[in-house]
């Protein structure tokens, strides 16, 4: 069984769609569905390199493509890159495009073989990518911070995940901090806990924080949690993720 993965590349108006495995028709009606509930970007790349769709007959091809044109004016002036390996995923990608195409449809659509060519034709860099945020949209918006994380970077955190949650409204929040050196300072941290109370509208849903699992941490974790508990947060630390995971996915 194949699934996908969806990733924001927010400052560059770019999603990123990464199909594995064996895949049936029904898996990209789910995913198109889910992706449209929230807003949308311009530039979409769907990497199919690793995509088995084998099983999906040229009868299936067109009448998806029939179906996605109902989301196409949403997108108009946009465009989306197909990239596959296998030639016959190639032509079948080439079918949905073509049917597309006659669909007159708002945006330009393309397939490649070649990654490095799909993002030049979006007008992405590679290096344009690896610098920006990537969030990963499952059944929460994930975070993961690697590096120095100063108060001048935390501040940005905080003003990019506002953004993300923008885009997927009802979601909850999995920050990943457990390979990042945060500041650990009571009054750093209430800076911190006062520019998320900024965007208290968006911040309405949990917010889980994976640490690592050392005194230092757990002690500035517990002084952060004070400052957003009276901020009126509901946010919790955990040193696993399926833990994180589980207490993100209990309804309240």
């Known amino acids: 069984m194949g699934s996908i993965e969806t990733k924001?590349?927010?400052?560059?108006?770019?999603?990123?769609?990464?199909?594995?495995?064996?895949?049936?028709?029904?898996?990209?009606?789910?995913?198109?569905?889910?992706?449209?509930?929230?807003?949308?970007?311009?530039?979409?790349?769907?990497?199919?390199?690793?995509?088995?769709?084998?099983?999906?007959?040229?009868?299936?091809?067109?009448?998806?493509?029939?179906y996605s044109r109902n989301f196409a004016e949403i997108r108009r002036g946009g465009k989306t890159a197909i990239v596959f390996n296998d030639s016959f995923d190639y032509g079948l990608g080439r079918m949905f495009a073509i049917y597309l195409e006659l669909a007159d449809v708002p945006f330009e659509i393309d397939t490649f073989r070649s990654l490095d060519n799909a993002k030049k034709w979006l007008g992405i860099e590679e290096h344009m990518i690896a610098e920006s945020?990537?969030?990963?949209?499952g059944s929460c918006i994930q975070k993961t911070e690697t590096g120095k994380l100063d108060r001048t970077r935390s501040i940005d955190?905080?003003?990019?995940?506002?953004?993300?949650?923008?885009?997927?409204?009802?979601?909850?929040?999995?920050?990943?901090?457990?390979?990042?050196?945060?500041?650990?300072?009571?009054q750093d941290l209430m800076t911190f806990a006062a520019e998320c109370a900024k965007f208290k509208s968006e911040?309405?849903?949990?917010?889980?924080?994976?640490?690592?699992?050392?005194?230092?941490?757990?002690?500035?974790?517990?002084?952060?949690?004070?400052?957003m508990d009276v901020q009126g947060f509901r946010l919790k630390q955990f040193f696993d993720y399926d833990a994180a995971i589980q207490w993100l996915s209990i309804e309240e």
């Open 203 to 227: 911040f309405d849903q949990k917010i889980a924080i994976l640490i690592p699992n050392t005194e230092e941490r757990i002690e500035a974790a517990k002084r952060f949690r004070s400052c």
């Open 157 to 186: 955190l905080i003003h990019e995940l506002s953004v993300a949650i923008k885009f997927h409204k009802d979601q909850n929040i999995l920050v990943d901090l457990r390979d990042a050196d945060v500041q650990t300072d009571i």
């Open 8 to 66: 924001y590349d927010l400052p560059k108006d770019l999603t990123i769609f990464k199909v594995v495995g064996k895949m049936v028709i029904v898996d990209f009606y789910d995913c198109l569905e889910s992706y449209h509930e929230g807003e949308v970007t311009p530039l979409t790349l769907w990497d199919l390199t690793e995509a088995d769709i084998s099983e999906i007959s040229s009868d299936e091809i067109s009448n998806f493509a029939q």
């Open 133 to 137: 945020t990537i969030y990963k949209i």
